[in-house]
C-alpha cells in the first residue's frame, strides 16, 4: 500500500519512456515526461515546461477533475491561457495544441500589432533597421543625422527631432 506523498502521485512515465515525440500542427515537439510528472505532481520548483508540456500536463489534470487554479499553478501557465488552450472541460488535447503559440510567435504578433514600435523616419525607427541587419531607409538616416547634430549640441538623444517619413 502506498504511504504519505506516494497515495496521491499522479504517475505520467515509465523510467523506459522519459521523452515522447509528439506530432503537432507547427512539428515536432519533444515533451519530456519527468517534468510533465513532477508537475503534475505539484513539485515543479525553479523551472518552467514548455508550453507543450502544460498544455499535456494541464489535459492530464482536467481528466482528472483538478481545478484551473490549481492546474495554473503546477504547470506554470496563467488562467486566461488555459481558457485559451481549453475552453471547457472536455475540451480534446488535439484541439488545445493547435492553440498553443511559442513565446516567439506571441513575440512575433504582438510586434506586429504594437503601437509602440520603433517608426520610420525616427532614430528608434533607424536603430532597428540596425538591430534587424536591414538597409536602413532614407527618413531613418535623416532621422540618425538629426539626432547625432541633437546629441552633439545637448549631451543627449532625449527630444532629438523627428523626421517626417
Given at each position: 500500500?502506498?504511504?504519505?506523498?506516494?497515495?496521491?502521485?499522479?504517475?505520467?512515465?515509465?523510467?523506459?519512456?522519459?521523452?515522447?515525440?509528439?506530432?503537432?500542427?507547427?512539428?515536432?515537439?519533444?515533451?519530456?515526461?519527468?517534468a510533465v510528472e513532477l508537475a503534475?505532481?505539484?513539485?515543479?520548483?525553479?523551472?518552467?515546461?514548455?508550453?507543450?508540456?502544460?498544455?499535456?500536463?494541464?489535459?492530464?489534470?482536467?481528466?482528472?477533475?483538478?481545478?484551473?487554479?490549481?492546474?495554473?499553478?503546477?504547470?506554470?501557465?496563467?488562467?486566461?491561457?488555459?481558457?485559451?488552450?481549453?475552453?471547457?472541460?472536455?475540451?480534446?488535447?488535439?484541439?488545445?495544441?493547435?492553440?498553443?503559440?511559442?513565446?516567439?510567435?506571441?513575440?512575433?504578433?504582438?510586434?506586429?500589432?504594437?503601437?509602440?514600435?520603433?517608426?520610420?523616419?525616427?532614430?528608434?525607427?533607424?536603430?532597428?533597421?540596425?538591430?534587424?541587419?536591414?538597409?536602413?531607409?532614407?527618413?531613418?538616416?535623416?532621422?540618425?543625422?538629426?539626432?547625432?547634430?541633437?546629441y552633439r549640441q545637448h549631451g543627449?538623444?532625449?527630444?532629438?527631432?523627428?523626421?517626417?517619413?
Amino acid at each position: 500500500m502506498p504511504v504519505g506523498r506516494q497515495r496521491d502521485w499522479i504517475p505520467v512515465t515509465t523510467l523506459a519512456v522519459p521523452t515522447v515525440w509528439m506530432a503537432t500542427a507547427s512539428g515536432i515537439v519533444s515533451l519530456d515526461l519527468v517534468a510533465v510528472e513532477l508537475a503534475v505532481n505539484g513539485r515543479r520548483k525553479g523551472w518552467t515546461l514548455t508550453p507543450y508540456e502544460a498544455a499535456y500536463a494541464a489535459d492530464l489534470l482536467l481528466q482528472r477533475g483538478v481545478d484551473y487554479s490549481v492546474i495554473a499553478l503546477r504547470v506554470g501557465a496563467s488562467g486566461t491561457t488555459l481558457r485559451k488552450w481549453f475552453p471547457t472541460d472536455d475540451t480534446p488535447l488535439s484541439d488545445a495544441l493547435t492553440r498553443i503559440r511559442t513565446r516567439s510567435e506571441a513575440a512575433e504578433a504582438g510586434a506586429a500589432t504594437n503601437p509602440r514600435r520603433a517608426k520610420c523616419g525616427t532614430y528608434r525607427g533607424n536603430q532597428r533597421h540596425r538591430k534587424r541587419g536591414e538597409p536602413q531607409c532614407e527618413p531613418c538616416l535623416e532621422a540618425r543625422r538629426a539626432a547625432e547634430r541633437h546629441y552633439r549640441q545637448h549631451g543627449t538623444y532625449v527630444g532629438a527631432p523627428e523626421v517626417a517619413a
